[in-house]
């Protein structure tokens, strides 16, 4: 897919799966090494040990691991100097962070002027009940047994998880913040990548939304 013109940055999109694909979009993204970068809900430090091989200079942060390499603190609690990263990244993992106003003011404190963030994202507003009935679907046919409904499914998530419109308007007095750029996600929730084409085959026929967002930002 082309690089789309919007926002900060012209963003590309790759439609390859996690994680070698996940690095080659952020890769892609990303100024050139070398940075100092920060890692937003890094779990495992998977994509940070990646990066850090690619010669980036990486902090990576998550409350709720012990991931090798990722330190267990909160984004607003960082200790760091003010404009003390090049750029950050933040993998499904805004939609979780609390408190979110604090946290991105945070974020945007520790970001140098001009300093890039890449969003990769899971849109919860965008996750309805068809959506959640696809997935069922589908980890039904990998043997999976789950005794929850579609509505549950939504419920649950909408009540735990920020939108993506409430983390762009979080963002948005501290960041230049690019268009959303759309796609499959389903399928790296516990199914995997031969359900991506079969995920972007029922987005284009309109069955299911596209949940998956990906944007850059920049730091004001």
Known sequence: MPPVGNGPRALRFTDRVPAAALLAFVRANLPAPPLRLLEVGAGDGELARALTDSGYQVLAIDPHSGGEGVRPVALHEVDEPAGAFDAALAVTSLHHVEPLGESIARLADLLRPDGLLVVDEFDVGAFDEPAAEWW??????????????PAEIVGEHRAHLHPLERIVA???PHFRVGIPLYGPYLY??????????PEEAAIARAEIPAVGARFLAQRR
């Open 188 to 197: 790296r929730w516990n199914l995997g990548e031969p359900f991506r084409r």
């Open 136 to 149: 069922l679907r589908q980890r039904r046919s990998l043997g999976a047994v789950a005794e929850i409904t």
């Open 170 to 172: 979080a963002l948005e």
